[in-house]
């Protein structure tokens, strides 16, 4: 133990140089040696894994993560949160403050990240027995006031997304416990539900589930911001002019 | 050792700080006692022209930064940065996020505060090429080739005058203020551009000027903050709009699949000889 430490963490340790103490002349990743020996050796999301998990994912693993960030890499350009990030870089905001409104958009409790964590914290509890699998006590319990978490209509339809990320998980032969148990609460699971029982069995916590639902939008929020810097700012729906506003003090 | 690694020394364990701290068990700002010399005695505007001048404003001061401010209480959700506050907002993010997320959008070219950090940059140097001699029209020439739209003219969403760039340029007179060097330069640059192209200044050339101009005389550095100020209460307005008519659940601005052009490749299959 370090007689003056500021920082506690278990997942990053470096070794200062002998004639500088800010300077890491070494740095290990969960004890595994960062610079030396896993770059290059895993990829990017085995890297993750290890971070958030504390150990390298085996093959089995390393698939079903990579399967479920896919999944929700990207929600197309109408998403809200795409939406803001692409709303941000057509007026000319830079790249970080673009991806900045997407990401402040993507968290919310309504189909964001925080909905992620809700549907995470109930299945938790309903795979202890510490709740009854109930689909309106669970509602109204972790709800938000709107459904039951990873459930509901997806502009007013069944998200068919799901059962087919649902039937890649079986096939695979990934774990499926906590996506059984959504669907005993109701046929109209949603996508970023599917996400959360995949994140639960992988071993994930909640708030894990929540960053790593908004870090994964992430890819799709920057590949839709860029393109927005060769568009013109009048190209953008909504702006001035257009449609309807009602205002009613 | 280096002058780069004794920067890292230098500073270990120490924070200098001219604005102030909870220091001494009482909270300081700027050389006074918050809840003994602001609190009850000042209002907002005077504590934040404090910040910024670092010292308390004149009762004129006050009202000309106010006035910017109520100048700029207009709240509307089809501007992009309040667009984004309210897309946050109607996914329920928590309220700082969805106003965080709103003032990123907020540091955009064409609207907020880049243009009048931009136009301070341009009032700035263009000050200092008139100063040498060199004639207007070629000061904004070389301007317009660095940036063929300048920095404080021209508005996206309404032709003709800003309303914002006439009404703060009389607040100003109305305080008992003259227009000062900056403002005296915008002003012929827009009779030079309004003459030649029809384009006429807006809200960040008047308040870029005032606010570098006497009796503000802020840097260029601190328009960001000051801009940030006198412009922030429609994003927290855009937001809370949303938060509540949330009552129905009614999306916000949703749009239809056919709203999206589409100009990428046409359906083609996977190869192969995919990754997995």
Same mark, same amino acid.
């Given at each position: 133990?370090? !007689? ?9 340790? /470096? ?21 030396? !020996? ?72 309504? !189909? ?44 007013? /339809? ?89 205002? /009613?003090? | ?43 907002? +505007? ?66 907020? +505060?880049?243009?009048?950090? %931009? ?8 000050? %200092? ?13 070389? %301007? ?7 920095? &404080? ?6 032709? &003709?005058?800003?309303?914002?760039? +006439? ?6 007179? %109305? ?102």
């Amino acid at each position: 133990m370090k !007689e003056r430490a500021r920082v506690t963490t278990a997942i990053w340790n /470096e070794k200062a140089a002998d004639d500088n103490p800010f300077y890491p002349r070494e740095s290990y990743c969960c004890g595994y040696d960062y610079y030396g !020996e896993l770059l290059g050796r895993f990829s990017w999301t085995s890297l993750l894994y290890l971070q958030l998990r504390g150990e390298l994912p085996d093959t089995r693993q390393a698939g079903f993560f990579d399967l479920m960030l896919s999944a929700v890499m990207n929600p197309g350009p109408r998403d809200p949160q795409n939406q803001s990030a692409m709303a941000a870089a057509v007026g000319g905001c830079p790249v970080g403050g673009s991806l900045m409104a997407g990401f402040g958009t993507s968290q919310g409790s309504r !189909e964001g990240g925080g909905a992620v964590e809700a549907c995470m914290a109930m299945l938790d509890l309903l795979v202890a027995g510490e709740v009854v699998a109930d689909r309106a006590l669970l509602t109204e319990r972790f709800g938000d006031g709107e459904d039951c978490p990873g459930f509901g209509l997806w502009f007013g /339809e069944k998200d068919h997304r799901a059962p087919l990320v649902g039937n890649l998980i079986r096939s695979r032969g990934y774990p499926d416990r906590r996506l059984s148990l959504l669907e005993t609460l109701g046929d109209d699971l949603r996508l970023y539900g599917v996400f959360a029982a995949g994140l639960g069995d992988l071993g994930f916590t909640p708030r894990q589930g929540h960053g790593l639902f908004m870090i994964s939008g992430g890819g799709g929020m920057l590949a839709f911001l860029c393109e927005q810097y060769s568009v013109h700012w009048s190209g953008f729906p909504h702006w001035f002019g257009y449609g309807e506003y009602r205002y /009613e003090p | 050792m280096s002058p780069d690694k004794g920067r890292y020394h230098d500073n270990y364990d120490r924070i200098d700080s001219r604005h102030g701290g909870f220091l001494g068990g009482k909270a300081l700002f700027r050389g006074v006692v918050a809840a003994e010399d602001l609190a009850g005695k000042k209002t907002q +505007t005077e504590a934040l022209l404090l910040g910024f001048m670092g010292r308390y404003p004149e009762p004129a001061e006050t009202r000309l930064f106010d006035a910017l401010i109520c100048l700029n209480v207009y709240p509307d959700p089809r501007i992009w940065t309040m667009r984004v506050g309210a897309y946050a907002a109607d996914g329920k993010s928590p309220f700082p996020s969805a106003y965080s997320a709103a003032l990123s959008a907020f540091n955009s070219r064409i609207y907020g +505060t880049q243009p009048i950090v %931009e136009c301070g940059h341009f009032i700035v140097r263009s000050m %200092e090429a008139l100063a040498a001699g060199i004639p207007l029209a070629e000061v904004l020439s070389a %301007e317009r080739k660095r940036n063929p739209v300048l920095p &404080g003219f021209g508005r996206p969403v309404a032709p &003709g005058p800003d309303e914002r760039f +006439t009404k703060s340029v009389s607040l100003l007179e %109305e305080c008992g203020f003259k227009p000062g060097p900056g403002l005296t330069f915008i002003r012929e640059t827009a009779t030079h551009l309004n003459d030649e192209k029809g384009i006429w200044p807006n809200y960040a050339a008047s308040f870029s000027a005032i606010l570098l101009d006497p009796p503000f005389s802020f840097t260029v550095s601190q328009l960001y903050p000051s801009a940030q100020c006198i412009a922030h209460l429609p994003l927290l307005f855009a937001i809370q709009d949303v938060v509540e008519n949330r009552r129905e659940r009614n999306p916000f601005l949703p749009l239809k699949v056919d709203d999206v052009r589409y100009t990428g490749s046409v359906f083609r299959p996977v190869p192969q000889s995919g990754e997995i």
